[in-house]
C-alpha cells in the first residue's frame, strides 16, 4: 500500500519478497475472517519482476480477475515492473526463488502476465496532487484460468455514490498482518507475516473530500471491529455484496494507508468512474 502523510502522498516501495514467509500471521490488519476466502476464489497474490525473463523479483501486491484473462491491481505496484506471474492459493503460500527462479510448493498452477499501466495515472504527481489521477493498472495473463468461473460485477458509473455513509464492504488482500518493534529497519519492513488470502468488514465513510471523484474513503478503525489493509494488499480489490444476482461487485482497488500502522483511514481507487469503466471494458472486449 501507499502511505498517506498529513499533506502529502508517499509512495513506500514494495516489500521484499523473501522476508515474509516465516511468520504465521494473516494478511490485513484486525477484523479478518480467514474461513471465508473461498467466496473469492478471484483473488490472486501477484509476483513482480523488473525484467521480462522474470528473473529479478522486486516484490509482491494482490489482484484479483474480472475474466480468465483479465486481471485488476493497482497502479502503483506496477511502477518498473515488466512482468508478473499470479497463483489463486488461498495461503499459506510457500514459494521462494532459487537460482533466480521462481519455485512454487503449493498445488496451484501459476500464471504469467504482462502489466498494463492505465493511461491517466500519473504517479510522479507529488503531495494531494496524487488524488487527480486514478491507481490503477491491468495484468493481462498468457493463458486463461481454467480452474475460476466466479468473478466479480463492475459497478454501474457513479455506482458509489448511490450508497449511504457506514454502508458495509469487504476488503481483500495478502498483505503482512503482524508489526514488530523495534522497527529498526524501518516502519515498512517491520511488517511481517505469511502470505495468505484474507477479508476483512469495513465502512464506507465521507464521499466528499479532495480526490472524492476516482477515490473511496473507507474505515480501518479496529476499535469499531473493522479491518483495514496492510502492505501487500495494494491492488485486491473492495466488494459490494451483492447485485440483483446475488454477484459481487468490485467497487474499488486498494490504494492509499493513512497510518504507518496500517488503521485509520484508508483509500481506493474507484472502478465505478466512468473513464476506468470504459478503459477497463476495453480489455474485457
Given at each position: 500500500?501507499?502511505k498517506?502523510r498529513m499533506?502529502?502522498l508517499?509512495?513506500?516501495p514494495?516489500l521484499a519478497?523473501?522476508a515474509?514467509?516465516?511468520?504465521?500471521?494473516?494478511a490485513i490488519?484486525?477484523?479478518f475472517?480467514?474461513?471465508?476466502?473461498?467466496?473469492?476464489?478471484?483473488?490472486?497474490v501477484?509476483v513482480?519482476?523488473?525484467?521480462?525473463?522474470?528473473?529479478q523479483?522486486?516484490?509482491y501486491?494482490?489482484?484479483?480477475?474480472?475474466?480468465?484473462?483479465?486481471?485488476?491491481?493497482?497502479g502503483?505496484?506496477l511502477i518498473?515492473?515488466?512482468?508478473?506471474?499470479v497463483c489463486?492459493?488461498k495461503g499459506p503460500?510457500?514459494f521462494?526463488?532459487?537460482?533466480?527462479?521462481?519455485?512454487?510448493?503449493?498445488?496451484e498452477?501459476?500464471?504469467d502476465?504482462?502489466p498494463?499501466?492505465?493511461?491517466?495515472?500519473?504517479?510522479?504527481?507529488?503531495g494531494?496532487?496524487?488524488?487527480?489521477s486514478?491507481?490503477i493498472?491491468l495484468?493481462i495473463?498468457?493463458?486463461?484460468v481454467?480452474?475460476i468461473t466466479?468473478f466479480?460485477?463492475?459497478?454501474?458509473p457513479g455506482?458509489?455514490?448511490?450508497?449511504?455513509i457506514?454502508?458495509s464492504?469487504q476488503?481483500i488482500g495478502y498483505g503482512v498482518q503482524?508489526q514488530v518493534?523495534p522497527?529498526?529497519?524501518g516502519?515498512?519492513?517491520?511488517?511481517?507475516?505469511?502470505l495468505?488470502?484474507?477479508?476483512a468488514q469495513?465502512?464506507l465513510?465521507?464521499s466528499?473530500f479532495a480526490?472524492?471523484?476516482k477515490?473511496?474513503q473507507?474505515s480501518?478503525?479496529?476499535g469499531?471491529g473493522?479491518?483495514?489493509?496492510?502492505f501487500?494488499?495494494s491492488?485486491g480489490p473492495v466488494?459490494?455484496?451483492?447485485n440483483?444476482?446475488?454477484?459481487d461487485?468490485v467497487l474499488?482497488v486498494n490504494a492509499f494507508?493513512?497510518?504507518a500502522?496500517c488503521?485509520?483511514?484508508?483509500?481506493?481507487?474507484?472502478?465505478?468512474?466512468?473513464?476506468?469503466l470504459i478503459w477497463?471494458?476495453s480489455y474485457l472486449?
Open positions: 500500500m501507499k498517506l499533506g502529502a508517499v509512495i513506500l514494495m519478497l523473501l515474509l514467509f516465516s511468520n504465521t500471521a494473516y490488519t484486525g477484523n475472517s480467514p474461513d471465508s476466502t473461498d467466496s473469492v476464489p478471484y483473488v490472486g501477484v513482480l519482476f523488473s525484467d521480462a525473463a522474470r528473473l523479483p522486486i516484490g501486491c494482490t489482484g484479483f480477475l474480472l475474466s480468465p484473462t483479465v486481471m485488476v491491481t493497482a502503483h505496484s518498473g515492473v515488466e512482468a508478473v506471474s489463486f492459493d503460500i510457500n521462494a526463488f532459487e537460482d533466480g527462479t521462481l519455485v512454487y510448493y503449493g498445488g498452477t501459476v500464471y502476465g504482462v498494463v499501466s492505465y493511461p491517466g495515472y500519473l504517479p510522479v504527481l507529488a494531494n496532487q496524487e488524488f487527480y486514478s491507481d493498472g495484468i495473463l498468457e493463458k486463461p481454467s480452474s466466479v466479480p460485477a463492475l459497478p454501474e455506482f458509489a455514490d448511490t450508497l449511504t457506514r454502508t464492504l476488503v503482524y518493534t522497527k529498526n529497519n516502519v515498512m519492513n517491520s511488517w511481517v507475516g505469511t495468505s488470502r484474507n477479508i469495513a465502512e465513510l465521507s466528499n480526490g472524492s471523484d477515490y473511496l473507507l480501518a478503525n479496529i469499531r473493522k479491518g483495514g489493509v496492510a501487500g494488499d491492488g466488494i459490494y455484496k451483492s440483483s444476482e446475488g454477484q461487485v474499488g494507508v493513512a497510518s500502522n488503521r485509520g483511514v484508508t483509500y481506493h481507487t474507484r472502478i465505478d468512474s466512468p473513464q476506468v477497463i471494458s472486449t
